[in-house]
C-alpha cells in the first residue's frame, strides 16, 4: 500500500523546530528529565473550556500530533478530574460556566495545582465587561502559572508545562530539603 | 461591491403565519430572526425575520409590543431563535411550545432581567439559585438516562447532553448547550466598528476569517466602502486556507473516532503544516487579525504565492491517497454508512446549512447562493450527497477541498496588482443597516448589523451556522447506537462557541 510505505512512520520529530535558536523544544529533554524526577513519570491534566474561542482548544489539541506529540514526556490529558494533578484552564469563566468549573477543582485529589491557558482566564479577554462573564479565574482559585498568549502556540505551552517543573522542584526543594 | 438583494417588507403581526406558510412553499427558508429593541423611535421592539433562497433576501419586519405570534409549529427552525428573544428581551413567543430559558439559566439568573433590552442598567444579578431547569423526560420499562458533560472527557468545549436509551439505541437526546455564553452582542453595543473587530474574531476563533468577512459585508456595505479588488482576492485566499484546514481537522478528528490512527496522524500533521503556513503568511496560526474594515492587513508577495501552492499542492497530494485508502477499506466503510442520517425533509424544515445541508442533497452554498467578494466569478456548483449519514459529510469534506485547491490556485495565478486597504470616512447615515453573509466551513454566517447616530454600533446580531444545524444532532442520533455518538459529533463538528456566543 503507497500510503503507507509514503507516509507511515516517517518521524517528524525533528522538524520541529523551525528556528534553531532559543526554541522551547531544543530543552524536551530536560523536560522528560523534570517530569521524570519530580512527578515520578507523570503528569496528568484536567481541561476545562470555562468560556474561550476554541482556539486554545485547537492548540491544546495539537499538542498530540506528530510534531510535538506531547505524551512522549509523561504528560497527558485525562477524562476525569480524579485522575488529575492539574487543572488547565481556557476561557474567560462565564456565569454558566463557574459552577462546573469548581467542581471539576473540588475532584481533584490534593496536591492540585491551576494552570490557566491563553489570556482570556487571566484578565477577561475582550470580554470582561460582559454581564455574563464572571472571571477572572484568579478570583476564585490560587493559579499556580498563566500560559500567555491568544491563543498561545503549542510551543510556548510546552515551555510553559517546563516553568511549572522548575517551580515544582524549587517548592520542593524549599519544603523537603533534598 | 456585490450588495446582496433584499426585498424588504412591514408586515402587520396578524396575517404574519399565513404569509410563512406561502413562504415555505416557494421553497424560501429561514435565515435567522433579529429582535432589536427601538423603544427609543416608536416605543416598540423590532422583529426581523430574514427569509433566504432563489438567490434573494426577504426581510420581513414586524413591531411588537410584549407579545409576537410564534411561528415555530410551521417553521420549526424558529425554535431556537424565539427561545432566544424569550431570553434576552423578554418577549414572549405566543403559541411558542418550550419557553424554558435558553442562555440565561435559572440556576444562576433571575429572569427579570433582561441584558439586551436598552434600559438594562448593566447590574448583573447575585449569583445564586433562581429557579430549576427541567429536562424532558422518557418513561417506560426498562428506559435509561445517559448523562454527558459540560464537562468533556477529551479536550473539546462544554456542552450537556442527554440521552435516554433503551438498550443501545437511543430514543431521545436533549442537549443543553450555552454554557459558554459570554454575551457578545451586548459587549459590541457602543463600540466602533474597528474596535468590535477584535471580538468579532473570538466568536469562534476556528472560522474567524469567514466570520469576519461576513462581518465585514455588512460593515462596508453601511460605510459604503468599496474595496481593491486586490483585497478581494486575498480575503479570499485566507478563507479558503481556513476552510482547508478545518476540513482537514475534521476528517482527521472523523479517523481518530473510528480508531483508524493511522490516517488520523497524518492529517493531523497536515493540519500543522497549514498552521505553520498561515503563521508564515500573517505571524498568527489562525489568521486572527488578518482582515480589517476596509482592507487586509497583510499583502502576499511572490514568496507566500510560492509557500501557499507548494502546501496545498501537497494537501491535495494527501487527500487523494487518504481517499482511496479510506475508500477502500471495508472496516471504515462499515463504520461511516448509514451512521447519522439526517434526512433531507428534517433538513429543509430546521432550515441547515453549510456541510450538514449538503450532505443532505440540499444545495445551499452561501458562495453560490449570495455571492460575495469575487465569488460569483468562478463558476461554482454544490457539491451535493443524498445520503446525509456520515459518510456523506466525510466524503464532501473530502471533495471541498480540491475545489478550495482549485480557487486558491487560480486566484493566485490571476492575484491583480493594487493596494490592499482604501481609506475610509467613518462616518455612516444614523441607524442605517445592513446584513452580511459568508459561507464558514460549517456553513453560513449571518451578520446583522446597525449603527447608531454616532457611527458606533447600536445593534449587533450574529447567527453562527451551528447555532442552526446543532438541534439536527437530536434527529441525526435516533435509533444510532450511542457509542456512535461521538463519530456522528464530530462529523457535523459544530462550534460550541459560536453556538453560545
Redesign the interface.
Known sequence: MSFLSKLLFKSKAQDIVDDKSGSALIKEDELKRSVDEVLGRSLFVRLVDSGSCNACENELAALSNPYYDLERFGIKFVASPKHADVLMITGCVTRNMLNPLLKTYENIPSPKFVITVGDCPETGGPFKDSYSVCGPVSKYLTVAMHIKGCPPEPEAIILGFLKFMDMIKISHKVSFGS | MDKILINKNIVELNDFLSLVNNLKETGKYLLGIVASDERKFDSKFNIKYFFGGNGIIDEYLVKVDEKFQSISKICPAAKMYEREIHDLFGLVPDGHPDLRAL?L?P???DFSVQ?LKKD?D?L?PK?KEYGKYKFKEVSGEGIFEVLVG??H??????GHFRFSLAGEPVLQLEIRH???????E??CEGKDFNEVM??V??????N?VNIAISYLQAVESILNIELTERAKYIRMIYAEIERIWNYV?DVAWIFMDIGFA??A??L??L??EL??LNKSLTGQ??L?NSLTVGGVNFDIDSLKIKAIAETIERVEK?MK??E??ILNSSTVLDRLEFTGKINKKTAEELSLCGISARASGLPRDTRIEFPYLIYGKFDLKPVLFESGDVFARTALRIKEIYVSKKIIGDLLFNLPEGDIIVAYENKPEAYKYAVGNSETARGNAFFYVMADDKGKIFRLKYIDPSFRIWPSIQYGVLGNIIADFPLINKSLNL???GN?M
Open positions: 442562555m439559566y440556576e444562576n439568573w441584558p438594562y448593566n448583573v449569583v459540560p464537562v472527557a477529551g479536550i473539546i468545549e462544554p450555552f454554557w459558554k455564553h459570554r454575551g457578545i451586548k459587549v477584535n471580538l474574531i473570538k466568536i469562534s476563533g476556528d474567524n481537522r493511522l490516517p496522524q497524518n493531523f500533521s493540519q500543522e498552521m505553520r496560526r489562525f486572527f494527501v491517497e487518504c482511496a485508502f462550534s460550541y462557541s453560545d
